[in-house]
């Protein structure tokens, strides 16, 4: 795949160096110079200088046969019009923005990006997940689909204690996909047993989010 | 009419200064407190101070009531995002938005963006003044 990377912060020049380990085409942009010669002696001629908001630098590096456009630069409006231009201007097919300010993933979405990164809220879901009072978090979203992959800690007092998955009634729209039980996986069955300070790990939509909540007695 | 100035330079401070003239409510946002200084002591409008991509900045600007938005800070990205906030997320009636770059111009007006390109614009009116001829 020919992939094109604006941005050479430290996200672009891990990234680059991860896709081209993957044995992919790709090329980075970055637009200052004096970050351009650190990445360009380590990437060479992976990495280029130019301004990735700029269609005539899209232009010289053949935007338009490029399989994906990802744009990880520190700020969502550049982010935007990188992935924007790409799709409308050079018809990519698949583009991918890194949000700063996870508010505008809507945006972008209402926008035409195809899929948006947010490292602020990952690294927050993932700080809460560490936290031992947390009982309930968002591991994951899957947007185009309209789910998510939630964690919950079981509570001691939780009304499902001891009761087996088949006696529990959820919506097909919760579906518990993994237990993880003092640091074991178990991949549950009908008979799979509940136990206080399982880690339940679970597929669901919007409305399963609160189904699974609920069911599991888990107060935010 | 209502309408939400981003970016109070030279361009968004007069043109504050024109719509607040001719009757019309003005709030103006900006990044810097500073800039307003430009709308001198006559203004009658608002001001706010704030990031034009944030939903919540526009909101208090009275984006909701706003029947006309335009964009003129000195990024165009910055324009091109928030005209697209107002236009497509607040559906505000008027939008018009500021790029400098004349291939992003081309690119969002393509995209049915009101834009205004000053670099193409001002090249064409020194290019008649020197030339002594209108070119097209």
Known sequence: MYIIIGGGGDVGYYLTKNLLHHGHEVLLLEKGSSRYATLSEELGPAVLRGDACEARTMEEVGANRADVVIAVTGDDEDNLVICQVAKKRYKVNRTIARLNNPKHADIFYKLGIDVTVSPTKSILSLIEAELPSSRFVQLMTLKSAGLEIVEVRVPTDSPLVSKALRDISLSRSSNIVLVIRDKQPIFPSAETEIQANDDIYALVNREGEEEIRKAFGVIE | ?136
């Open chain 2, 1 to 136: 009419m209502k309408i939400v100035i981003l970016g109070c330079g030279r361009v968004g401070a007069t043109l504050a200064g024109m719509m607040g003239r001719a009757g019309h409510t003005v709030s103006v946002i900006d990044q810097s407190s500073d800039a307003f200084q430009r709308l001198g002591p006559d203004f009658q409008g608002t001001t706010f101070v704030g990031n034009g991509v944030d939903e919540d900045v526009l909101v208090r600007a009275g984006i909701r009531e706003a029947e006309a938005f335009a964009a003129v800070t000195n990024g165009d990205n910055r324009n091109i995002m928030a005209s697209q906030i107002a236009k497509e997320i607040f559906k505000v009636k008027k939008v018009v938005c500021r790029i400098y770059d004349p291939i992003r111009e081309e690119t969002y007006r393509e995209l049915g963006l009101e834009t205004f390109c000053p670099t193409i614009v001002g090249s064409q009116i020194m290019f008649d003044a020197i030339t002594g001829k209108k070119q097209k």
